[in-house]
């Protein structure tokens, strides 16, 4: 296992150490138990956003908190979903008076935890909804999900009611506005590498060197097939084809596109597979009006990549380019 | 070779081609010869400010083309460095009438582009200057270099040389500061494995399971030595050390700290880094100013990290927090 890191079980813990000292002008740190919250938290009058998964996603979602993102967010170890007592922390933090919004991925554990945390919080009367992304079009039930998982649809509900909440929107509101958007994204993703748990210290899965893993989890768990490897316009066409059929987006469709890598993709290949992904989309009469091309939802040091795409309506798109101040996205601020 | 491409022979072109689609907003691109430009360039009454390199070390430099960072970039095939024909494409579009700064990593043949396309562009009556980016403390010479390597003082350098055109600052004043912030910056890199060329197909060097290379280049040139893996805190022990050492800093120093991955390292193992090198920092009596911590001078998918230094003054804290809208490098628009 080669990896930057000392004794494999302090992984995520010296993450959040760096973080804290990274980023102390946007972010407390709490290492017990772990969670990342802005530094002003809570914000007064506002609706508290949360999110949290396991570690070993990142920036998902430590690096979204910040003003017009998350209020706070709770992962676990790596690969591990967060426990109740982060997210009743989280909502604690989050709650300014108006209740919290928990955006949760639909992994089983990921959803348990904030069913029975966000109870605990109302318990307190802080007043909680939450909102299940489950985008994945990959498998209908995977290793660690009952449904389908959540993908980078995640990571576009994260930034929009962040800027409707900074808006001043209600609670209701928020949270009607998080469902549309889990409606309207789809994705999925193919790995070309297993990834290496720091713990585990081998690869999850073994995948011949001549092969690829399309429908893959983000935690390497199995997709739809294994076949041999293609080239980069075959596989972006496998990908968008099964996203873009299963909405079903039509011709006139605006759509926020992501092209993410899973952690160890470098960059000039994510714009190789956008340039297909915008041929395909073009020749389905899908506009493209935003996108993001980058490392945003990983699986630790994984080979390969995801598509999501998300019908876009004039107010998506306005809270989409609302100002953003987070390690991970940041614009306008 | 597991890699999203389609033939070797064309990941930079189609990689151009899906950063004119992706970024059609902010730039202009060219593919004969290749360049990316500002969608509004040439802007006028400004100094230009153009850099360039081989491809491969993605978000370098075609990521930091767009308001308050580069007018223009031309960066080769991979690992291959720009031609002066490209060069003085760029340097035509990034003349607004003030002259242009071109800036250049200290590797033979990107500064021999640069000399002979600079004095091309002067010849047709362009005021062009060159400052050459040499921070590598690894190594005195190198395969591709007479001298120091450019690494990530670029980066900065790009930056705040951006600002100051914004300012309106003249050629003479932005060449003065880019040779200041080279006076200032010190970098050195590891790498865990190799990087893989798309044409070659097989790792540029062999690197056993058990060993790290110390001081390796952006294009996987020998380093210092090469040594057993260790823990993530004794590898930054290292790399910190020797670039604290080199200029010195010193005791009271305010610096810029750069955390980069190779482009196959995950962002929670560059905390981890991040972490230990707060720490001895601030044993140093060292305050870490401003921090950017990513994957932004790359080799391809090689696994691995550097750490920048670069000290600050109060004129360059400024000009880093001057707004910035390019595809890889954003804030405040």
Same mark, same amino acid.
């Given at each position: 296992m080669k990896k930057l890191i000392n004794k494999p079980e302090n992984v995520v813990k010296e993450e959040m150490m760096g973080i804290a000292v990274a980023h102390a002008d946007l972010v407390k740190v709490s290492l017990d138990p772990y969670y990342v919250a802005r530094?002003?938290?809570?914000?007064?009058?506002k609706v508290g956003i949360v999110s949290g998964t396991g570690s !070993? =996603?990142?920036?998902?979602?430590? !690096?979204?908190?910040g003003p017009g993102m998350l209020d706070a967010a709770c992962d676990g170890e790596v690969f591990t979903c967060q426990t109740p007592e982060q997210v009743l922390a989280c909502d604690r933090l989050a709650n300014g008076g108006r209740g919290v919004l928990n955006i949760a991925k639909n992994f089983s554990g990921d959803v348990m935890s904030f069913e029975i945390g966000g109870e605990q919080a109302q318990a307190e009367g802080i007043d909680v909804s939450m909102v299940v992304i489950a985008?994945?079009?990959?498998?209908?039930? @995977?290793t660690w999900t009952q449904g389908r998982r959540g993908l980078g649809t995640a990571l576009f509900a994260e930034k929009v009611c962040g800027a409707a909440a900074d808006q001043g929107r209600d609670l209701a509101q928020i949270t009607a506005l998080c469902k549309k958007v889990n409606d309207w994204g789809r994705s999925m993703g193919m790995a070309l590498t297993s990834c290496t748990v720091p713990v585990k210290g081998s690869p999850t899965f073994d995948l011949p060197e001549d092969q690829m893993e399309i429908g893959?989890?983000? =935690? !390497?768990e199995p997709g739809r097939y294994r076949m041999d490897l293609k080239p980069a316009d075959e596989i972006t066409k496998i990908l968008a084809e099964a996203v873009i059929t299963d909405l079903p987006f039509k011709k006139g469709d605006k759509v926020w596109a992501l092209v993410n !890598?899973?952690?160890?993709?470098?960059l000039i290949e994510l714009y190789v597979v956008y340039r297909k992904l915008a041929e395909i989309c073009e020749g389905h009469g899908i506009a493209i009006a935003r996108n993001l091309i980058g490392n945003?939802?990983? @699986?630790?040091?994984?080979a390969g990549c995801s598509i999501t795409l998300l019908k876009l309506d004039d107010d998506l798109i306005k809270l989409w380019d609302a100002p953003v101040k987070t390690a991970a996205l940041r614009w306008g601020m």
């Open positions: 530094v002003n938290a809570p914000i007064k009058d !070993g =996603h990142e920036p998902v979602d430590y !690096g979204f908190v985008d994945d079009v990959a498998v209908e039930n @995977s893959v989890g983000v =935690h !390497g !890598g899973l952690g160890g993709t470098p945003y939802v990983t @699986s630790l040091d994984m």
